[in-house]
């Protein structure tokens, strides 16, 4: 990715993936039904409520592996997932799940075929409507790390474990993207950074 004056890192190396006022190398995905409304409003990323699935797919380049991502988000309507990041692990894709089936589980989706309602890294977490949350998610070869407002949510040993996407649109989402489900989510300050081996 070319990077402009704007994108270059900052002291601590973030790099931003959201100007703030377009898409930018963001882009729709095109999930299958009736798709919520993407657009970028008062510097913040916007997910209406689709029907199942909305989202945006980073087409830019982007590390494979080393890498944080973070971003603040809020659920703005409905009682599901609204800012479910799918992120590159190497030759594979995973998506970290956040208020999926029903609102208050959050995941990693898939460790070993397993969804994150049905694997060691399934916790519950209540999100309030309207709220910022931070979000901070990390990978390295041997491990993915997250983080909801610095407080640890996911620590996961993958070496010799199977990361995948549970099977259906999602994939749609790879290598980098964001998807709500029947629920309207908001996205700004979305940045990434490389970590030094």
Same mark, same amino acid.
């Given at each position: 990715?070319?990077?402009? !004056?704007? !994108?270059?890192?900052?002291?601590?190396?973030?790099?931003?993936?959201?100007?703030?006022?377009?898409?930018?190398?963001?882009?729709?995905?095109?999930? *299958?039904?009736?798709?919520?409304?993407?657009? #970028?409003? $008062?510097?913040?990323?916007? @997910?209406?409520?689709?029907?199942?699935? +909305?989202?945006?797919?980073?087409?830019?380049?982007?590390?494979?592996? $080393?890498?944080?991502?973070?971003?603040? &988000?809020?659920?703005? @309507?409905?009682?599901?997932?609204? =800012?479910?990041?799918?992120?590159?692990?190497?030759?594979?894709?995973?998506?970290? #799940?956040?208020?999926?089936?029903?609102?208050?589980?959050?995941?990693?989706?898939?460790? $070993?075929?397993?969804?994150?309602? $049905?694997?060691?890294?399934? +916790?519950?977490?209540?999100?309030?409507?309207? *709220?910022?949350?931070?979000?901070? @998610?990390? #990978?390295? &070869?041997?491990?993915?790390? =997250?983080? /909801?407002?610095?407080?640890?949510?996911?620590?996961?040993?993958? =070496?010799?474990? +199977? #990361?995948?996407?549970?099977?259906?649109?999602?994939?749609?989402? !790879?290598?980098?993207?964001?998807?709500?489900?029947?629920? =309207?989510?908001? @996205?700004?300050? /979305?940045?990434?950074? +490389?970590? !030094?081996?």
């Amino acid at each position: 990715m070319a990077m402009t !004056a704007a !994108a270059q890192p900052n002291s601590a190396g973030w790099r931003p993936l959201f100007d703030g006022k377009t898409l930018g190398p963001w882009r729709e995905t095109p999930f *299958h039904g009736g798709a919520g409304k993407v657009r #970028v409003a $008062d510097g913040v990323l916007v @997910l209406g409520a689709g029907e199942p699935l +909305t989202g945006v797919t980073w087409t830019g380049d982007f590390p494979r592996t $080393d890498y944080e991502i973070r971003l603040e &988000a809020r659920r703005v @309507l409905g009682g599901d997932f609204f =800012a479910s990041l799918t992120f590159p692990v190497g030759d594979s894709y995973c998506t970290w #799940v956040l208020g999926g089936w029903g609102g208050d589980i959050v995941g990693l989706s898939s460790i $070993d075929g397993w969804d994150a309602s $049905d694997n060691e890294t399934r +916790t519950y977490f209540t999100f309030e409507n309207g *709220h910022w949350y931070g979000l901070r @998610l990390r #990978v390295t &070869a041997q491990r993915i790390t =997250a983080w /909801i407002d610095e407080k640890q949510i996911v620590n996961i040993e993958i =070496a010799g474990r +199977t #990361v995948g996407l549970r099977p259906g649109d999602i994939k749609l989402s !790879a290598p980098l993207g964001f998807a709500s489900y029947n629920t =309207a989510g908001e @996205l700004r300050k /979305i940045e990434y950074r +490389t970590i !030094a081996k």
